[in-house]
């Protein structure tokens, strides 16, 4: 069984999340989490991750954000 890649880049101002989720990329996981919690990554993240091939789904509570990345 695999287990979830999950990254907390709370507190992170871009480009940390934007780097930590290209780390996360180049090991080409099927899926994996990444949770930010502050404007600029609740939207350059999910394109990045787009861009990447992905598809993503967000899910928001209160002042983060969860984003999932599947291929």
């Given at each position: 069984?695999?287990?979830?890649?999950?990254?907390?880049?709370?507190?992170?101002?871009c480009p940390q999340?934007?780097?930590m989720a290209r780390d996360v990329i180049s090991e080409n996981p099927k899926e994996f989490?990444?949770?930010?919690?502050?404007?600029?990554?609740?939207?350059?993240?999910?394109?990045?991750i787009k861009r990447?091939?992905?598809t993503v789904e967000l899910i928001e509570k209160?002042?983060?954000?969860t984003i999932i990345a599947r291929k």
């Open positions: 069984m695999l287990k979830l890649i999950q990254v907390d880049a709370r507190g992170l101002a999340p934007i780097m989490e990444i949770i930010v919690d502050n404007g600029a990554p609740k939207t350059n993240v999910p394109r990045f990447s091939g992905y209160e002042d983060e954000v």
